[in-house]
C-alpha cells in the first residue's frame, strides 16, 4: 500500500517506506484528543484538601478551554491568598499534564465572590456529612505509590528506604506494604515476627517499626488458613480493607505504598480510594524493563493518576578502585524519564549494603547511610518531598478560619 501525505496525520512524521503495515490494514496512528469530560473528570481528581471534596464538586472550575493538546482552565479559589493556592496549582497541573494529548496546561487563577463562597462552603459541609471519609487517610496526606512493571527491580527495597528517609527528614510516614502476598517488608525492616493488633472498633493499629507506621499482610497472616483466605481476595480488595479498616494517625504526612508489581485492578482501585495517590515508577536500566516499566505509567495515566517520577535501580556497581560496571545496561531510567516527561528522581547503583540491610531487617539509609546505594536513595526521598511537599495545615486552620469569619460577617448583614 502506497502512504500519501494525507493518509498520515499531519502531527505525526511520515513513516519511512517499508515500516508501516504492508496490506490494506488502516495506519493506526492517532492522536489523542482530549475531550471536555476527560478534563472534568481528571480535575475530579484534585481534591481541595481543606474542604475535602473535589474542585469541580466545589464550583471552583470556572471555565475550561482546549485549544489542540493545549488546555487552560481558569480556576477560582475561596480566597485568591489562598495559602493552598500552590498545591492546587501544581496537582491541576500534574494530574492534567499526565493525561495522553495534553501538551501545555494553563491556569488562570481568580478568587470567588461572597455569593459564590457560601455555596462552597455550604457544599463543603454536605460533601462532609454525606460522603463520610471512605478511607482512614486523612485527604492532607501526601500519598506515593512506589511501582514497577515486575518484580525484582526492588520496589519493596525502595519503598522502605525512601520511607525511612522520608521519616528522618522529620515527616510523619506510614507504610503500606500492598505487594498482599508477595510481602517481604516486614523482614527488610525487622518486624516479621510482629503481628498487628484490632482495637474494640476492629480496627486494625499499624505497626510502629523503626519510627514509619507499618501495615503488612505479613503482620496478619498468622498460619495457612489465614494466608489462604488471603489469597482469595481479589487485590483491590485487600488494598480497600487496608485502607478502610486500618486505624491510619491523622497526622501522617507521607504515606508510601509498596505496590504489586504490574498494572491493573489496584491501581484502579488505588485511584479510585486515594485520588491524592502519586505514582513513582522504578525500573533497571536495561531496555526491557523500561518497556515493562512504561506499561505501569501507561495505566496510571488511563487511571488519571499522576507520576511524580522515575528511579532507577540497579544502575550499574563501582568497585572500591572506581571501576564501574553497568552490569543491568545504562540509560533506561532516563529514556522513560523522557518519554513520560517527569523527572528521573534518583539512579540506585546497586551496593552490597542494600542485599545486607534487607537481610538483616536494618534499611542501608539507616545502617549504612554513606553507603553509595543509601546517599543516592536520600537524595531520592529528597527529591521526592520537595516534588511533593507535605500540606501545610496550619495554614488551611488559618483559611477555614478566615472563610468561617466571612461567612459569619455575611450572616450579620
Ligand atoms: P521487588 O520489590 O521489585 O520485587 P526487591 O526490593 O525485593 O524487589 O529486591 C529484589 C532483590 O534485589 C533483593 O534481594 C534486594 O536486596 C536486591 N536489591 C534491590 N536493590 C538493590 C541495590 N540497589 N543493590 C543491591 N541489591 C539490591
Same mark, same amino acid.
Given at each position: 500500500?502506497?502512504?500519501?501525505?494525507?493518509?498520515?496525520?499531519?502531527?505525526?512524521?511520515?513513516?519511512?517506506?517499508? @515500516?508501516?503495515?504492508?496490506?490494506?490494514?488502516?495506519?493506526?496512528?492517532?492522536?489523542?484528543?482530549?475531550?471536555?469530560?476527560?478534563?472534568?473528570?481528571? &480535575?475530579?481528581?484534585?481534591?481541595?484538601?481543606?474542604?475535602?471534596?473535589?474542585?469541580?464538586?466545589?464550583?471552583?472550575?470556572?471555565?475550561?478551554?482546549?485549544?489542540?493538546? @493545549?488546555?487552560?482552565?481558569?480556576?477560582?479559589?475561596?480566597?485568591?491568598?489562598?495559602?493552598?493556592?500552590?498545591?492546587?496549582?501544581?496537582?491541576?497541573?500534574?494530574?492534567?499534564?499526565?493525561?495522553?494529548?495534553?501538551?501545555?496546561?494553563?491556569?488562570?487563577?481568580?478568587?470567588?465572590?461572597?455569593?459564590?463562597?457560601?455555596?462552597?462552603?455550604?457544599?463543603?459541609?454536605?460533601?462532609?456529612?454525606?460522603?463520610?471519609?471512605?478511607?482512614?487517610?486523612?485527604?492532607?496526606?501526601?500519598?506515593?505509590?512506589?511501582? @514497577?512493571?515486575?518484580?525484582?527491580?526492588?520496589? @519493596?527495597?525502595?519503598?522502605?528506604?525512601?520511607?525511612?528517609?522520608?521519616?528522618?527528614?522529620?515527616?510523619?510516614?506510614?507504610?503500606?506494604?500492598?505487594?498482599?502476598?508477595?510481602?517481604?517488608?516486614?523482614?527488610?525492616?525487622?518486624?516479621?515476627?510482629?503481628?498487628?493488633?484490632?482495637?474494640?472498633?476492629?480496627?486494625?493499629?499499624?505497626?510502629?517499626?523503626?519510627?514509619?507506621?507499618? #501495615?503488612?499482610?505479613?503482620?496478619?497472616?498468622?498460619?495457612?488458613?489465614?494466608?489462604?483466605?488471603?489469597?482469595?481476595?481479589?487485590?483491590?480488595?485487600? &488494598?480497600?480493607?487496608?485502607?478502610?479498616?486500618?486505624?491510619?494517625?491523622?497526622?501522617?504526612?507521607?504515606?508510601?505504598?509498596?505496590?504489586?508489581?504490574?498494572?491493573?485492578?489496584?491501581?484502579?482501585?488505588?485511584?479510585?480510594?486515594?485520588?491524592?495517590?502519586?505514582?513513582?515508577?522504578?525500573?533497571?536500566?536495561?531496555?526491557?524493563?523500561?518497556?515493562?516499566?512504561?506499561?505501569?505509567?501507561?495505566?496510571?495515566?488511563?487511571?488519571?493518576?499522576?507520576?511524580?517520577?522515575?528511579?532507577?535501580?540497579?544502575?550499574?556497581?563501582?568497585?572500591?578502585?572506581?571501576?564501574?560496571?553497568?552490569?543491568?545496561?545504562?540509560?533506561?531510567?532516563?529514556?522513560?524519564?523522557?518519554?513520560?516527561?517527569?523527572?528521573? #528522581?534518583?539512579?540506585?547503583?546497586?551496593?552490597?549494603?542494600?542485599?545486607?540491610?534487607?537481610?538483616?531487617?536494618?534499611?542501608?539509609?539507616?545502617?549504612?547511610?554513606?553507603?553509595?546505594?543509601?546517599?543516592?536513595?536520600?537524595?531520592?526521598?529528597?527529591?521526592?518531598?520537595?516534588? #511533593?511537599?507535605?500540606?501545610?495545615?496550619?495554614?488551611?486552620?488559618?483559611?477555614?478560619?478566615?472563610?468561617?469569619?466571612?461567612?459569619?460577617?455575611?450572616?450579620?448583614?
Amino acid at each position: 500500500m502506497q502512504y500519501t501525505a494525507q493518509l498520515w496525520p499531519c502531527w505525526g512524521p511520515l513513516p519511512e517506506p517499508g @515500516s508501516g503495515p504492508t496490506d490494506t490494514a488502516a495506519p493506526t496512528i492517532r492522536r489523542t484528543m482530549v475531550t471536555h469530560n476527560d478534563i472534568e473528570s481528571a &480535575l475530579r481528581r484534585v481534591i481541595d484538601p481543606e474542604l475535602g471534596s473535589d474542585i469541580v464538586d466545589l464550583g471552583m472550575v470556572k471555565g475550561i478551554q482546549i485549544d489542540g493538546g @493545549s488546555v487552560t482552565l481558569t480556576i477560582a479559589l475561596t480566597i485568591a491568598a489562598c495559602p493552598m493556592r500552590d498545591q492546587i496549582e501544581s496537582d491541576v497541573v500534574r494530574k492534567l499534564e499526565a493525561m495522553p494529548g495534553v501538551e501545555a496546561v494553563r491556569v488562570e487563577i481568580g478568587a470567588m465572590d461572597d455569593a459564590e463562597r457560601a455555596a462552597v462552603m455550604s457544599q463543603a459541609r454536605r460533601h462532609a456529612r454525606e460522603n463520610a471519609e471512605p478511607t482512614m487517610i486523612n485527604p492532607l496526606t501526601r500519598v506515593i505509590a512506589v511501582s @514497577s512493571g515486575k518484580g525484582g527491580v526492588g520496589k @519493596s527495597t525502595l519503598s522502605v528506604n525512601l520511607a525511612a528517609a522520608i521519616a528522618d527528614q522529620g515527616h510523619s510516614v506510614g507504610l503500606l506494604d500492598a505487594d498482599i502476598w508477595g510481602f517481604s517488608i516486614p523482614r527488610m525492616l525487622g518486624a516479621a515476627d510482629l503481628r498487628l493488633s484490632a482495637d474494640e472498633t476492629r480496627k486494625i493499629h499499624p505497626a510502629l517499626v523503626a519510627g514509619i507506621h507499618l #501495615v503488612s499482610t505479613g503482620l496478619i497472616v498468622t498460619d495457612e488458613d489465614t494466608a489462604l483466605m488471603w489469597r482469595g481476595l481479589m487485590l483491590s480488595k485487600a &488494598l480497600e480493607q487496608f485502607l478502610r479498616d486500618v486505624a491510619w494517625p491523622r497526622d501522617l504526612d507521607y504515606l508510601v505504598l509498596d505496590m504489586p508489581p504490574g498494572t491493573g485492578d489496584i491501581q484502579m482501585a488505588l485511584a479510585r480510594l486515594l485520588p491524592q495517590a502519586e505514582l513513582v515508577v522504578v525500573t533497571t536500566p536495561q531496555k526491557a524493563a523500561q518497556k515493562v516499566a512504561a506499561r505501569v505509567a501507561d495505566m496510571a495515566r488511563r487511571s488519571f493518576m499522576p507520576i511524580v517520577g522515575v528511579i532507577e535501580n540497579m544502575s550499574g556497581f563501582t568497585t572500591d578502585e572506581g571501576k564501574h560496571y553497568a552490569l543491568f545496561g545504562q540509560g533506561g531510567g532516563q529514556e522513560l524519564a523522557d518519554d513520560l516527561g517527569v523527572p528521573l #528522581v534518583g539512579r540506585i547503583p546497586l551496593d552490597p549494603y542494600v542485599v545486607e540491610g534487607g537481610d538483616s531487617g536494618a534499611p542501608a539509609v539507616r545502617a549504612h547511610p554513606s553507603g553509595p546505594a543509601a546517599t543516592a536513595m536520600t537524595l531520592a526521598a529528597k527529591e521526592l518531598t520537595e516534588l #511533593v511537599p507535605p500540606a501545610q495545615d496550619e495554614t488551611c486552620t488559618s483559611r477555614i478560619a478566615v472563610l468561617a469569619e466571612q461567612l459569619a460577617a455575611m450572616a450579620g448583614d
